[in-house]
């Protein structure tokens, strides 16, 4: 039994189909006093920043003092992609993304992405990766010429 004061008057109410039904049933669910939605983030503090690479290029990016980055995706829009194979070589060919906390020479490695083909690949990230106040997102490439787009927002 579920009662708001423990007796029969108060007892809440189940649909013939099993259902709890909240309300007062006197027409449709309302809530009294006021309401209001926010964003989780002021729409100032959203990024978008574009990073150019080239075969074997090595780009950081850290945030502003006082701030963390949240990245929530990342794009690699690759415009050249070199040949797998030379002179009966394998070349790898890959776009990785580290983060490194301030306090550490440690980078994690949270992407790596080998595109096979020119075009662009979108890994979200959900709900999101830090990058600490102080720390240092690096983009290394490999045989990859193109951009690099990093999404998301400052906390």
Do not use: C, W
């Not at 108060?10 to 669910?29: C, Y």
């Not at 020479?105 to 790596?112: E, G, L, Q, S």
């Amino acid at each position: 039994m579920i009662s708001k004061d423990g007796t029969t008057s108060s007892l809440a109410k189940v649909s013939p189909s099993g259902s709890l039904q909240v309300g007062d049933g006197l027409g449709p669910f309302t809530v009294d006093g006021t309401v209001t939605a926010k964003s989780p983030v002021d729409p100032s503090q959203y990024l978008h920043r574009a990073f150019e690479v080239d075969d074997g290029s090595n780009v950081t990016y850290s945030p502003p003092a006082g701030k963390s980055l949240v990245v929530t995706s990342i794009q690699i829009a690759a415009n050249v992609v070199a040949e797998p194979f030379a002179a009966g070589l394998v070349i790898p060919r890959f776009v990785t993304i580290l983060v490194s906390p301030s306090d550490s020479n440690h980078d994690t490695v949270i992407a790596r992405d080998s595109p096979s083909t020119i075009g662009t690949t979108v890994l979200p990230f959900d709900p999101g990766i830090v990058v600490p106040d102080g720390g240092t997102l690096t983009i290394n490439d490999t045989k990859v010429t193109g951009f690099v787009f990093v999404i998301g927002y400052l906390i």
